[in-house]
Protein backbone atom coordinates (compact mmCIF):
# COMPACT_ATOMS: atom_id res chain seq x y z
CA UNK A 1 0.00 0.00 0.00
CA UNK A 2 2.80 2.32 1.13
CA UNK A 3 4.57 1.52 -2.00
CA UNK A 4 1.36 2.41 -4.12
CA UNK A 5 0.89 5.88 -2.37
CA UNK A 6 4.55 6.28 -3.53
CA UNK A 7 3.84 5.45 -6.88
CA UNK A 8 1.19 7.91 -6.72
CA UNK A 9 3.35 10.85 -5.94
CA UNK A 10 5.91 10.59 -7.99
CA UNK A 11 3.34 10.17 -10.85
CA UNK A 12 1.77 13.69 -10.07
CA UNK A 13 5.39 15.09 -9.71
CA UNK A 14 6.02 13.54 -12.82
CA UNK A 15 2.90 15.06 -14.79
CA UNK A 16 3.88 18.78 -13.45
CA UNK A 17 7.27 18.49 -14.89
CA UNK A 18 5.92 17.04 -18.14
CA UNK A 19 4.05 20.17 -18.09
CA UNK A 20 6.51 22.05 -17.59
CA UNK A 21 8.78 20.73 -20.12
CA UNK A 22 5.87 20.76 -23.00
CA UNK A 23 5.71 24.66 -21.71
CA UNK A 24 8.88 25.25 -22.32
CA UNK A 25 8.75 23.47 -25.56
CA UNK A 26 6.19 25.49 -27.18
CA UNK A 27 7.73 28.76 -26.14
CA UNK A 28 10.88 27.94 -27.54
CA UNK A 29 9.85 26.96 -31.36
CA UNK A 30 8.92 31.04 -31.51
CA UNK A 31 12.52 31.99 -30.63
CA UNK A 32 14.00 29.65 -33.50
CA UNK A 33 12.75 31.90 -36.23
CA UNK A 34 15.47 34.33 -36.88
CA UNK A 35 15.32 38.00 -37.41
CA UNK A 36 17.28 39.51 -39.98
CA UNK A 37 19.96 42.12 -39.32
CA UNK A 38 19.86 45.25 -40.96
CA UNK A 39 22.92 44.61 -42.91
CA UNK A 40 20.99 41.37 -44.15
CA UNK A 41 18.75 43.62 -45.82
CA UNK A 42 20.03 46.42 -47.62
CA UNK A 43 17.18 46.72 -49.76
CA UNK A 44 12.84 46.61 -50.52
CA UNK A 45 14.18 43.87 -52.58
CA UNK A 46 15.88 41.70 -50.21
CA UNK A 47 13.07 42.03 -47.56
CA UNK A 48 10.91 41.01 -50.20
CA UNK A 49 13.22 37.83 -50.55
CA UNK A 50 13.66 37.24 -46.76
CA UNK A 51 9.74 37.28 -46.41
CA UNK A 52 8.85 34.84 -49.24
CA UNK A 53 11.97 32.20 -49.09
CA UNK A 54 12.04 32.55 -45.14
CA UNK A 55 10.03 33.91 -43.51
CA UNK A 56 6.49 32.92 -44.59
CA UNK A 57 7.74 28.90 -44.72
CA UNK A 58 9.28 29.96 -41.12
CA UNK A 59 5.85 30.61 -39.68
CA UNK A 60 3.93 27.88 -41.22
CA UNK A 61 6.47 25.24 -39.81
CA UNK A 62 5.67 27.15 -36.89
CA UNK A 63 2.32 26.90 -36.38
CA UNK A 64 2.61 22.59 -37.74
CA UNK A 65 5.34 22.52 -34.91
CA UNK A 66 3.65 23.89 -32.44
CA UNK A 67 0.11 22.08 -32.93
CA UNK A 68 2.69 18.89 -33.14
CA UNK A 69 4.00 19.52 -29.56
CA UNK A 70 0.12 20.47 -28.37
CA UNK A 71 -0.80 17.23 -29.49
CA UNK A 72 1.48 15.08 -27.69
CA UNK A 73 0.75 17.43 -24.71
CA UNK A 74 -2.76 16.76 -25.04
CA UNK A 75 -2.03 12.87 -25.53
CA UNK A 76 -0.28 12.63 -22.39
CA UNK A 77 -2.92 14.57 -20.12
CA UNK A 78 -5.25 12.10 -21.50
CA UNK A 79 -2.40 9.15 -20.64
CA UNK A 80 -2.29 10.26 -17.29
CA UNK A 81 -6.09 9.97 -15.86
CA UNK A 82 -5.02 6.27 -16.22
CA UNK A 83 -4.89 5.60 -12.43
CA UNK A 84 -2.29 2.52 -12.41
CA UNK A 85 1.38 3.85 -13.58
CA UNK A 86 4.51 2.00 -13.32
CA UNK A 87 8.18 2.87 -13.04
CA UNK A 88 8.62 1.77 -16.52
CA UNK A 89 5.61 4.02 -17.77
CA UNK A 90 7.19 6.82 -15.95
CA UNK A 91 10.66 6.04 -17.74
CA UNK A 92 9.29 5.35 -21.33
CA UNK A 93 7.47 9.19 -20.64
CA UNK A 94 10.95 10.21 -19.90
CA UNK A 95 12.31 9.44 -23.14
CA UNK A 96 9.05 11.03 -24.71
CA UNK A 97 9.69 14.16 -23.35
CA UNK A 98 13.47 14.53 -23.92
CA UNK A 99 12.54 13.86 -27.81
CA UNK A 100 9.70 16.02 -27.34
CA UNK A 101 12.77 18.96 -25.98
CA UNK A 102 14.27 18.08 -29.89
CA UNK A 103 11.37 19.30 -31.53
CA UNK A 104 12.83 23.09 -31.46
CA UNK A 105 16.12 22.12 -32.66
CA UNK A 106 14.37 20.06 -35.25
CA UNK A 107 12.25 23.18 -36.03
CA UNK A 108 14.73 25.51 -36.40
CA UNK A 109 16.60 23.21 -38.82
CA UNK A 110 13.66 22.79 -40.74
CA UNK A 111 12.96 26.74 -40.96
CA UNK A 112 16.90 27.16 -42.80
CA UNK A 113 16.66 24.33 -44.77
CA UNK A 114 13.15 23.02 -45.49
CA UNK A 115 14.10 22.06 -49.50
CA UNK A 116 16.10 19.61 -48.56
CA UNK A 117 15.36 15.76 -48.17
CA UNK A 118 17.37 15.12 -45.64
CA UNK A 119 15.96 17.34 -43.04
CA UNK A 120 12.22 16.94 -43.34
CA UNK A 121 13.56 13.12 -43.07
CA UNK A 122 15.03 13.99 -39.95
CA UNK A 123 12.18 16.12 -38.33
CA UNK A 124 9.30 13.46 -39.82
CA UNK A 125 11.15 10.75 -38.11
CA UNK A 126 11.72 12.52 -34.97
CA UNK A 127 7.85 12.82 -34.78
CA UNK A 128 7.19 9.21 -35.74
CA UNK A 129 9.48 8.44 -32.86
CA UNK A 130 7.46 10.53 -30.30
CA UNK A 131 4.76 8.75 -32.06
CA UNK A 132 5.74 5.24 -31.20
CA UNK A 133 6.44 6.02 -27.73
CA UNK A 134 2.85 7.29 -26.72
CA UNK A 135 1.27 4.49 -28.55
CA UNK A 136 3.84 1.62 -26.48
CA UNK A 137 2.63 3.83 -23.52
CA UNK A 138 -0.62 3.70 -23.97
CA UNK A 139 -0.42 -0.20 -25.27
CA UNK A 140 1.26 -0.61 -21.71
CA UNK A 141 -1.10 1.34 -19.68
CA UNK A 142 -4.03 -0.60 -20.81
CA UNK A 143 -2.00 -3.89 -19.77
CA UNK A 144 -1.45 -2.29 -16.48
CA UNK A 145 -4.95 -1.20 -15.65
CA UNK A 146 -6.76 -4.11 -16.90
CA UNK A 147 -4.30 -6.85 -16.04
CA UNK A 148 -7.41 -9.17 -14.75
CA UNK A 149 -8.48 -8.91 -18.30
CA UNK A 150 -5.26 -10.37 -19.91
CA UNK A 151 -4.94 -12.72 -17.45
CA UNK A 152 -7.98 -14.77 -18.29
CA UNK A 153 -8.23 -13.31 -22.30
CA UNK A 154 -8.94 -17.12 -23.08
CA UNK A 155 -11.59 -17.94 -20.63
CA UNK A 156 -13.57 -14.37 -21.26
CA UNK A 157 -13.41 -15.24 -24.81
CA UNK A 158 -15.42 -18.34 -24.38
CA UNK A 159 -17.46 -16.71 -22.05
CA UNK A 160 -18.39 -14.22 -24.45
CA UNK A 161 -18.88 -16.14 -27.17
CA UNK A 162 -21.21 -18.54 -25.16
CA UNK A 163 -23.90 -15.23 -23.84
CA UNK A 164 -21.87 -11.73 -22.55
CA UNK A 165 -24.92 -11.25 -20.29
CA UNK A 166 -24.35 -14.56 -18.65
CA UNK A 167 -20.70 -14.91 -18.73
CA UNK A 168 -17.91 -14.19 -16.59
CA UNK A 169 -17.43 -10.32 -15.42
CA UNK A 170 -13.68 -9.40 -14.46
CA UNK A 171 -12.57 -6.30 -12.74
CA UNK A 172 -12.69 -3.24 -16.01
CA UNK A 173 -13.35 -6.18 -17.99
CA UNK A 174 -16.43 -3.96 -19.20
CA UNK A 175 -13.99 -0.41 -19.06
CA UNK A 176 -11.61 -2.27 -21.35
CA UNK A 177 -14.51 -3.08 -24.02
CA UNK A 178 -15.69 0.62 -24.20
CA UNK A 179 -15.18 2.87 -26.88
CA UNK A 180 -13.19 5.56 -25.07
CA UNK A 181 -9.95 3.66 -24.91
CA UNK A 182 -9.89 2.54 -28.47
CA UNK A 183 -10.63 6.24 -29.86
CA UNK A 184 -7.79 7.35 -27.45
CA UNK A 185 -5.50 5.14 -29.62
CA UNK A 186 -7.07 6.23 -32.49
CA UNK A 187 -6.06 9.53 -31.59
CA UNK A 188 -2.53 8.50 -31.04
CA UNK A 189 -2.43 6.91 -34.15
CA UNK A 190 -3.00 10.42 -35.93
CA UNK A 191 0.47 11.49 -35.61
CA UNK A 192 2.21 8.09 -36.57
CA UNK A 193 0.11 8.26 -39.77
CA UNK A 194 1.07 11.89 -40.33
CA UNK A 195 4.68 11.46 -40.28
CA UNK A 196 4.83 8.20 -41.85
CA UNK A 197 3.08 10.01 -45.13
CA UNK A 198 5.72 12.36 -44.27
CA UNK A 199 8.95 10.06 -44.81
CA UNK A 200 7.60 9.13 -47.93
CA UNK A 201 6.68 12.58 -49.61
CA UNK A 202 10.16 13.61 -48.06
CA UNK A 203 11.67 11.71 -51.34
CA UNK A 204 8.89 13.32 -53.92
CA UNK A 205 8.45 16.64 -52.30
CA UNK A 206 9.65 18.47 -48.97
CA UNK A 207 7.09 21.24 -49.06
CA UNK A 208 4.50 18.62 -49.42
CA UNK A 209 6.49 16.92 -46.93
CA UNK A 210 5.91 19.58 -44.02
CA UNK A 211 2.53 20.12 -44.79
CA UNK A 212 1.26 16.19 -44.74
CA UNK A 213 1.52 16.83 -40.83
CA UNK A 214 -1.63 19.25 -41.11
CA UNK A 215 -3.22 15.56 -41.31
CA UNK A 216 -3.12 15.58 -37.82
CA UNK A 217 -5.47 18.13 -37.82
CA UNK A 218 -8.05 16.68 -40.38
CA UNK A 219 -7.97 12.63 -38.62
CA UNK A 220 -8.43 14.21 -35.05
CA UNK A 221 -11.08 15.64 -35.72
CA UNK A 222 -12.77 13.19 -37.98
CA UNK A 223 -12.04 11.02 -34.93
CA UNK A 224 -13.93 12.80 -32.36
CA UNK A 225 -16.73 13.39 -34.84
CA UNK A 226 -17.12 9.74 -35.77
CA UNK A 227 -16.38 8.05 -32.21
CA UNK A 228 -18.31 10.73 -30.08
CA UNK A 229 -21.67 8.48 -30.67
CA UNK A 230 -19.37 5.38 -29.81
CA UNK A 231 -18.37 6.65 -26.17
CA UNK A 232 -21.84 7.25 -25.15
CA UNK A 233 -21.38 4.42 -21.63
CA UNK A 234 -24.93 5.09 -20.69
CA UNK A 235 -26.85 2.21 -19.18
CA UNK A 236 -23.22 0.05 -18.83
CA UNK A 237 -23.09 -1.05 -15.34
CA UNK A 238 -20.05 0.28 -13.95
CA UNK A 239 -18.16 1.16 -10.79
CA UNK A 240 -17.34 4.45 -9.61
CA UNK A 241 -13.62 4.18 -10.12
CA UNK A 242 -14.55 3.12 -13.48
CA UNK A 243 -17.12 5.96 -14.39
CA UNK A 244 -14.52 9.23 -13.25
CA UNK A 245 -12.09 7.44 -15.13
CA UNK A 246 -14.28 6.91 -18.07
CA UNK A 247 -15.42 10.78 -17.56
CA UNK A 248 -12.12 11.99 -16.86
CA UNK A 249 -10.69 10.76 -20.50
CA UNK A 250 -14.46 11.79 -22.60
CA UNK A 251 -13.86 15.39 -20.90
CA UNK A 252 -9.60 15.30 -22.24
CA UNK A 253 -11.15 14.21 -25.82
CA UNK A 254 -13.85 16.18 -26.19
CA UNK A 255 -14.18 18.90 -23.79
CA UNK A 256 -17.11 19.57 -21.03
Not at 141 to 152: E, M, P, S
Amino acid sequence: MANNNFINVVSDRHSAITDGVFAIAMTILVLEIAVPTIADISSGVALNEYFINYLAPSILIYFISFYLVYNFWENTIILFNFKKISYGILLLNMFSMAAVCLIPFATGFLFKFYKYTNVNLFFSSLILIISLLYIIIFILLIRHNFKDYFDNKEQIKTAVKDSYSEGIELPNLKLYLKGVTLTLFYILLAPLISSVISIVLAFISPIASVLSFLLILILVFVIRMRRSRKDDYDGVDLTDDEMEFLDNIKKSIYGE
